[in-house]
């Protein structure tokens, strides 16, 4: 077993090393484990799990995830830990969950057996994130996530969603065409996996309802060698705007594709690999002006530019809707604890239940209050549509939000 | 609608020229020695983590750095025939398929150790680019990467057809027993059937770099469409490949305009099974090689 153990305070590794560490577990069969323990203090520890795939196809998110998550914990401690617990430093336990359900699955139930976990937070990718809340569920620990899945307000008691749902992400994306055009006319195309499908149905059923038409409606399979014919075919359908719901590989070959054939066509590239410094970092000043949608933004309110600031010193990049979002999440476990003044998860999840702040950290998000409903849904959760500007995020949408002007192209 | 299905077409070849480049490797190390590399796709992901490398460390231009990276994989495909694939030749079909298949998966997981996950692209002047022929639109870096490739291609072709190692490659693929009776030393061609495979898929992964993302898994994209170019351009005809690649190229465009954008692959597939259900032997089982 590879164990790596440290101060929260020298948490910060180089990712290559990190990924060399976890990927030759990984080759070796064995699970990966990097506890931060603290070193010395009077009160007992409080161990929170964090659940992040920084191995295998979502590695490039959960890898920001895992240096945002050390982050949190290190600023909660800074500030005192939890004082009603005799400041009680979070010990931070991170578990490499593979970008596999199964891995997902064991690695969550031996988290929470060997660990004493008060709560956890993770996975970020719907397919695990599903599955942890499922064992969390059974385990009665309580667990937050960014994942926006609505299937996990379903029948849960103790899985928590601080961010706005799927269901609200392609409603935003359909409003903001009304930015680019009157007469919004908008070619999908997805890829055939269960998160294109899905996402690609939400904005057709709800298109009508916002005035958009849809002009084209095209599955395509994921990895595609070549994006030209399918690109080709955006043109012959004369929409002025393009929803791509797809994967970072064939989301650079797409907006090469069309800056290729010159075709001008406004693009909303929804959330995911589309609204994370990879992204920039692949397709270059094409990203420009491209719009999205994510549920968090370093951008919102003045804490989340001072945690931007302090994770881009650190890091070299900004803080994305996922790390971003789960600094917020780890404040919000911090919150509940101090409330619960206790380690046990029961008491921490019906804590969590009745948070209701508008301010400091745990309120770090669109609208800047939590309070969560009976499904576990933040009850003032919504997205905001970003706009890429300059090799960085700007928040465009809801007007009242926006802090930025929207960038014509 | 011309316009379009002109477009199709153009757009097929220039990426059918692309799986010629892995197709041809594979049925020539099929041909000759015998085996199935299933590692072919890995090659080119090599190839092109050797552009990007040297095209952000030291600023040289992808296509420029084919140069480098062919001769690198000629090689390493030397040493791959003389240190590994000859010690399994004797012991038939399972070890040989172990063999490919293993170094594929090892060359996969190193990959993802020393380069992790990311995507990486390389930025030319000419990466986003294109020529406008009336209202077609050919794409600079595709363009050169299926100029390239037909060049390399017809390189091997007059190389096969009038050396005198080419003929005993060409000998040793048709009968091989015979052609060593003949005084053909097997070693010999073998490890340059295999470097020259391996050069062209280092090739192929030079050429990708300027319009394709390189990640470690990026192989397995093209070498699929490889290895059903080999079988419908009869296993080891090298020419049989090049046809079949453009062609799948272009099936996959037509299919992707005119069916739908998830059937480009259906067509290519029902392409497959067609020719295999009327030439079991692929669409040039009785032509020279």
């Not at chain 1, 506890?35 to 799990?49: C, D, F, H, M, Y």
């Not at chain 1, 939890?82 to 931070?92: D, E, R, V, Y």
């Not at chain 2, 990276?69 to 172990?98: E, K, N, T, Y």
């Not at chain 2, 799948?248 to 295999?276: K, N, P, R």
Request: proline share 4%; hydrophobic share 50%.
């Amino acid at each position: 077993m590879a164990k790596f153990q440290g101060k929260a305070s020298i948490g910060r590794q180089g990712r290559r090393d990190f990924l060399k560490k976890s990927a030759g577990a990984a080759l070796t069969g064995a699970f990966a484990t990097f506890g931060i323990l603290r070193k010395s203090s009077a009160a007992e520890p409080v161990n929170i799990g964090g659940l992040y795939p920084v191995t295998g196809s979502f590695a490039q998110i959960g890898q920001g995830c895992v240096n945002a998550a050390k982050l949190a914990v290190q600023m909660v401690n800074n500030a005192g830990g939890i004082k009603s617990l005799g400041g009680a430093k979070l010990n931070l336990i991170i578990s490499d969950v593979q970008s596999d359900p199964t891995v997902t699955r064991t690695e969550t139930d031996r988290l929470i057996s060997g660990y004493k976990l008060s709560a956890i937070h993770g996975c970020f990718a719907s397919a695990l994130t599903l599955i942890a809340s499922e064992v969390a569920e059974r385990a009665k620990v309580p667990l937050l996530t960014g994942s926006s899945t609505d299937q996990l307000n379903k029948d849960r008691h103790y899985t928590f969603t601080p961010f706005a749902r799927a269901s609200q992400f392609a409603l935003a994306q359909l409003q903001m065409a009304k930015l680019v055009s009157d007469k919004p006319k908008v070619a999908v195309i997805f890829e055939n996996t269960a998160f294109g499908t899905s996402t690609s149905n939400g904005l057709r059923e709800q298109a009508p309802g916002e005035g958009v038409e849809i002009v084209m409606f095209e599955p395509y399979s994921a990895g595609l060698t070549d994006a030209s014919p399918l690109i080709n075919k955006v043109k012959a359908s004369g929409a002025n705007m393009l929803f791509p719901v797809s994967y970072l590989n064939d989301l650079i070959l797409i907006i090469r594709a069309i800056k290729q054939v010159d075709l001008k066509i406004a693009i909303n590239g929804g959330s995911g690999g589309f609204v994370i410094p990879d992204f920039y970092k692949n397709v270059g000043g094409l990203a420009e002006g491209l719009l999205g949608v994510a549920h968090w933004n370093h951008d919102i309110d003045a804490d989340a530019q001072k945690v931007n600031a302090a994770y881009q010193k650190q890091y070299g990049e900004f803080l994305f809707e996922y790390a971003g979002g789960l600094v917020a999440q780890t404040f919000m476990i911090a919150d509940a604890l101090e409330r619960a003044a206790s380690t046990d998860p029961q008491k921490v999840r019906d804590a969590i239940a009745s948070l209701d702040v508008s301010k400091g950290y745990a309120a770090m998000c669109p609208g800047g209050k939590v309070k969560f409903g009976p499904d576990g849904k933040n009850i003032y959760a919504h997205p905001v549509g970003v706009q890429w500007q300059r090799g960085d995020l700007a928040t465009v949408f809801p007007k009242e939000e926006a802090r930025a002007a929207l960038l014509k192209i | 609608m011309l316009e379009t299905l002109a477009q199709a077409v153009v757009n097929g070849l220039l990426i059918g020229g692309i799986y010629a480049l892995v197709s041809i490797g594979v049925t020539l190390i099929f041909g000759v020695v015998k085996i199935v590399n299933f590692a072919q796709g890995e090659f080119v992901m090599i190839g092109m983590y050797i552009s990007f490398f040297l095209a952000t460390r030291f600023g040289i231009d992808p296509l420029l750095s084919l140069f480098i990276s062919m001769p690198v994989l000629f090689v390493v495909g030397v040493l791959l025939q003389h240190f590994l694939i000859r010690r399994v030749l004797a012991l038939g079909d399972m070890p040989q398929i172990f063999l490919t298949f293993a170094l594929s998966l090892l060359l996969v997981n190193v990959a993802l150790l020393l380069f992790t996950a990311d995507y990486r692209t390389v930025e030319t002047s000419y990466s986003e680019t294109a020529i406008h022929l009336g209202g077609i639109y050919v794409p600079v870096a595709k363009l050169i990467a299926f100029v390239v490739a037909m060049a390399l291609s017809g390189t091997l072709w007059v190389f096969l057809h009038s050396t005198d190692l080419g003929k005993a490659m060409r000998a040793a693929a048709q009968n091989r027993d015979v052609a060593m009776l003949m005084g053909i030393n097997p070693d010999r061609v073998f490890c340059v059937a295999v470097g020259v495979a391996l050069a062209l898929a280092g090739a192929a992964g030079s050429l990708l770099m300027p319009f394709y993302p390189a990640y470690p898994m990026v192989g397995q994209v093209f070498v699929l469409m490889a290895f059903v170019a080999v079988v419908l351009g009869t296993l080891g005809n090298v020419t049989g490949a090049l046809i079949a690649s453009l062609m799948m190229g272009v099936a996959e465009s037509l299919g992707i305009q005119f069916v739908g954008a998830d059937s480009g692959l259906i067509v290519v597939f029902l392409m497959l099974l067609l020719t295999l259900a009327l030439r079991p032997s692929g669409l040039f089982g009785g032509w020279t090689r």
